[in-house]
C-alpha cells in the first residue's frame, strides 16, 4: 500500500511475514518538481507490489534517479528491471567501490558525510549509527526533513499494522518487536556498550531538522513520536547487550 508521509514524500509500504509477526520493505517515492525520486528499489521478490504501488502513485511517469542506501538485495534487488525500464534513469551509490558491491554500473557515489543535489533537490548522506553492513548510508532530504533510515530503527510488526506509522498503532509498536528486529538484523549490538549508542543519536538530530524517520524495515517514525520510539529503543539495545552472543 502508498502512505503519503509528508506532502512530497510516499512510503510504498511492503510487508511479508516473518514467522507470527511481519517485517516492511519499504520503498520510498520523493517528487520534486515533476520529477520522481526512489530510495532504495526494494526487493525483487516484492516487484509486482511495487510497480502497483508506482502505477497507484505516479501512473505511467519515469522514474528520474534511484539513491540507494546500501547495496544488499532487500534495497537494490530491483535495480537492473529498473535500468532497464527508465533508461534516463540515474542511478546513486552509497558505496565508495560501487563495482565491488556489484553496482559497477552506477552513474553517481555518494560522499558519506556529504551533500548532493539530485533533481534539483538536496540530500544529505549521513554516517549511520547503526547499519547492517559497510557502504552503508542514512539519507536525509532538506525539503521535507525525512531521514531515510535503511536498516536502523526498524521492527517487526503484527500483520494487522502494516502501513501504519508508528504512531498509529494503538499503543505503540512494542519494545519487544524493536528488540526482536535489531537483534536478528544488527547481530553486533550485544557486543555494545548501550551508553555508547545513544550520544551518537543525539548528534545526528542536533545537526539534521527531523520531521520523520523512515526506515526500510520499520513503521515510520513521526517528530512527535521520537521521544517514545527513542526509549523503547534504548531499552531494547539495553536488553541485547546483556544477551550473550551464543544465544543469538
Not at 547481530?187 to 543519536?201: N, S
Not at 513503521?219 to 551464543?246: G, K
Amino acid at each position: 500500500m502508498s502512505v503519503q508521509l509528508t506532502e512530497d514524500v510516499t512510503w510504498l509500504a511492503e510487508s511479508y511475514p516473518h514467522g507470527e509477526k511481519h517485517l516492511h520493505v519499504s520503498v520510498y517515492l520523493v517528487e520534486h518538481d515533476d520529477s520522481y525520486i526512489l530510495v532504495d528499489s526494494g526487493s525483487f521478490y516484492h516487484r509486482e507490489q511495487i510497480d502497483a504501488q508506482l502505477a497507484e502513485t505516479i501512473g505511467d511517469a519515469p522514474v528520474d534517479a534511484l539513491v540507494l542506501s546500501h547495496a544488499d538485495l532487500p534495497h537494490s534487488g530491483n535495480v537492473p528491471e529498473f535500468r532497464d525500464r527508465w533508461p534516463e534513469l540515474t542511478l546513486v551509490s552509497s558505496s565508495g567501490s560501487p563495482a565491488v558491491v556489484g553496482l559497477g554500473h552506477a552513474d553517481v557515489t555518494a560522499e558519506i558525510g556529504g551533500t548532493m543535489d539530485i533533481c534539483g533537490r538536496t540530500f544529505s548522506f549521513v554516517d549511520p549509527p547503526l547499519a547492517d553492513i559497510q557502504h552503508s548510508t542514512w539519507i536525509f532530504d532538506h525539503d521535507s526533513g525525512v531521514l531515510f533510515t535503511a536498516d536502523g530503527f526498524g521492527n517487526y510488526h503484527a500483520p494487522e499494522h502494516a502501513g501504519e506509522p508508528f504512531g498509529a498503532v494503538d499503543g505503540g509498536v512494542p519494545t519487544a518487536d524493536i528488540r526482536d528486529y535489531h537483534r536478528d538484523a544488527l547481530r553486533w549490538l550485544c557486543y555494545v556498550d548501550p551508553a555508547r549508542i545513544d550520544p551518537a543519536v543525539d548528534a545526528l538530530f542536533e545537526d539534521l531538522d527531523v520531521s520523520v524517520l523512515a526506515p526500510t524495515h520499520g513503521n515510520p517514525i513521526e517528530a512527535a513520536d521520537f521521544p517514545e520510539y527513542r526509549a523503547r529503543l534504548w531499552a531494547a539495545i539495553e536488553e541485547i547487550s546483556r544477551t550473550d552472543p551464543h544465544d543469538l
